[in-house]
């Protein structure tokens, strides 16, 4: 047994395209949901119409954590299998939802299905990888979930301009999440025998006190600073999901246009995963986390200031790349620090913290966007990313 890209290409290439189709089950969602919020059930208030990111957020943060705890004694193929029956039902609920209740819940599916789903493929894959291309390997995995997050945007935006909000939008995601399931069911292997193989080989020490979720979110340095950046990169994007799409529409911008500028964003953090990867393999993982939260805060205080379609393309193709450069990262960075044993429960937890950022971000722009302005949430919130990155300079204690 070798954990290598190399030798096993073959799942790694299926789990990449089936975190691929995870990927677009949340993308279908964020061009449009906002304005059906505010056109079809007539909701004003910010706060409210963000809920849906909310219960999302807290949902699919609690998911991963579960998903990391139970990796080792469910199985990691039975995770992911019960990712995907927990997404089944959203497309459906989606076109013919009643109420905006409906649509929160649906999210709370939705964030169960990317919880277990997402924290699985990326626990799998370093499995398969070993060290070697660990940073490759995760550039490629966050490369197809946030390009068809980006492709999903996109179409559902287009579709939506031409036919309507609903049903028609949500259509894709019925054969994406029947595609994803059958495919794990009848395809994909368990590689919990490559963690025995790996703890066998192992230089990386176990925590002499057990206390995982205590490490990685307070007491290590490099693990908590890591998860405080991962809380950042996606409180910053829980307030672009919801705030984006309303801000860009009062700026004038038609609602196709709007679904290239939301496609733009996660497309060039997809892209961008493909070269960051493998790069923080050589030039170090804190240097690329540090760059890219710098390179996020930069971007949202341009865009608060950006006027004209192109500008808003410019500005949010910087916010992907900036998502691009830490996203890989600090998956990688943790399967460096964290022992084999350890390994499927320190992701669990940082992506629990990490994914919470999206509950945080939204909520707290809705309030800001309530009592001030939309622009005012750009604004702190790209203030927030570039504290961030200080912090990060002045606390990891990683050599590079």
């Not at 929160?104 to 599916?109: A, G, K, R």
């Given at each position: 047994?070798?954990?290598?890209?190399?030798?096993?290409?073959?799942?790694?290439?299926?789990?990449?395209?089936?975190?691929?189709?995870?990927?677009?089950?949340?993308?279908?969602?964020?061009?449009?949901?906002?304005?059906?919020?505010?056109?079809?059930?007539?909701?004003?208030?910010?706060?409210?119409?963000?809920?849906?990111?909310?219960?999302?957020?807290?949902?699919?943060?609690?998911?991963?954590?579960?998903?990391?705890?139970?990796?080792?004694?469910?199985?990691?193929?039975?995770?992911?299998?019960?990712?995907?029956?927990?997404?089944?039902?959203?497309?459906?609920?989606?076109?013919?939802a009643p109420d905006w209740n409906w649509i929160v819940f649906t999210n709370?599916?939705?964030?169960?299905?990317?919880?277990?789903?997402?924290?699985?493929?990326?626990?799998?894959?370093?499995?398969?990888?070993?060290?070697?291309?660990?940073?490759?390997?995760?550039?490629?995995?966050?490369?197809?979930?946030?390009?068809?997050?980006?492709?999903?945007?996109?179409?559902?935006?287009?579709?939506?301009?031409?036919?309507?909000?609903?049903?028609?939008?949500?259509?894709?995601?019925?054969?994406?999440?029947?595609?994803?399931?059958?495919?794990?069911?009848?395809?994909?292997?368990?590689?919990?025998?490559?963690?025995?193989?790996?703890?066998?080989?192992?230089?990386?020490?176990?925590?002499?006190?057990?206390?995982?979720?205590?490490?990685?979110?307070?007491?290590?340095?490099?693990?908590?600073?890591?998860?405080?950046?991962?809380?950042?990169?996606?409180?910053?994007?829980?307030?672009?999901?919801?705030?984006?799409?309303?801000?860009?529409?009062?700026?004038?911008?038609?609602?196709?246009?709007?679904?290239?500028?939301?496609?733009?964003?996660?497309?060039?953090?997809?892209?961008?995963?493909?070269?960051?990867?493998?790069?923080?393999?050589?030039?170090?993982?804190?240097?690329?986390?540090?760059?890219?939260?710098?390179?996020?805060?930069?971007?949202?205080?341009?865009?608060?200031?950006?006027?004209?379609?192109?500008?808003?393309?410019?500005?949010?193709?910087?916010?992907?790349?900036?998502?691009?450069?830490?996203?890989?990262?600090?998956?990688?960075?943790?399967?460096?620090?964290?022992?084999?044993?350890?390994?499927?429960?320190?992701?669990?937890?940082?992506?629990?913290?990490?994914?919470?950022?999206?509950?945080?971000?939204?909520?707290?722009?809705?309030?800001?966007?309530?009592?001030?302005?939309?622009?005012?949430?750009?604004?702190?919130?790209?203030?927030?990313?570039?504290?961030?990155?200080?912090?990060?300079?002045?606390?990891?204690?990683?050599?590079?």
């Amino acid at each position: 047994m070798q954990q290598s890209l190399k030798h096993n290409w073959k799942q790694f290439t299926l789990l990449v395209v089936i975190n691929g189709f995870v990927g677009g089950m949340v993308g279908m969602e964020r061009t449009i949901l906002p304005e059906i919020a505010e056109t079809e059930f007539h909701i004003a208030a910010r706060t409210a119409i963000l809920s849906f990111i909310i219960v999302f957020g807290i949902t699919k943060a609690l998911a991963n954590y579960f998903a990391g705890r139970l990796a080792d004694t469910v199985g990691r193929k039975n995770m992911l299998i019960t990712g995907w029956v927990f997404g089944l039902p959203v497309p459906f609920l989606l076109m013919y939802a009643p109420d905006w209740n409906w649509i929160v819940f649906t999210n709370v599916l939705l964030g169960i299905n990317q919880g277990l789903a997402w924290s699985t493929a990326v626990i799998m894959k370093i499995d398969l990888v070993g060290e070697k291309d660990r940073g490759l390997a995760m550039g490629l995995n966050e490369f197809a979930g946030y390009i068809a997050v980006a492709a999903l945007a996109f179409i559902t935006g287009y579709v939506a301009a031409e036919y309507g909000l609903r049903p028609y939008p949500f259509i894709i995601g019925i054969a994406m999440a029947v595609a994803g399931l059958l495919l794990t069911i009848f395809f994909v292997k368990d590689t919990e025998t490559f963690v025995q193989h790996e703890n066998k080989i192992t230089t990386n020490n176990k925590s002499k006190d057990g206390k995982i979720f205590l490490r990685t979110t307070v007491t290590d340095r490099n693990l908590s600073s890591i998860t405080h950046a991962g809380f950042v990169t996606n409180f910053k994007d829980g307030m672009a999901w919801g705030i984006f799409p309303l801000f860009l529409v009062g700026m004038g911008m038609t609602l196709s246009q709007v679904g290239l500028i939301a496609a733009v964003y996660p497309a060039m953090w997809g892209i961008g995963q493909l070269a960051s990867g493998k790069l923080s393999d050589y030039t170090g993982r804190k240097r690329m986390i540090v760059s890219g939260m710098s390179v996020q805060g930069g971007s949202l205080l341009l865009f608060r200031i950006s006027t004209g379609y192109p500008a808003f393309i410019i500005t949010a193709a910087l916010l992907g790349i900036g998502t691009a450069m830490v996203y890989p990262t600090f998956l990688a960075a943790i399967a460096d620090i964290a022992h084999p044993q350890e390994r499927a429960e320190t992701i669990g937890v940082f992506r629990l913290w990490r994914d919470s950022g999206y509950a945080f971000g939204a909520l707290a722009s809705g309030i800001l966007a309530d009592f001030f302005s939309l622009t005012t949430a750009i604004v702190i919130t790209g203030i927030i990313a570039l504290l961030s990155s200080f912090v990060l300079q002045v606390r990891m204690v990683l050599e590079n």
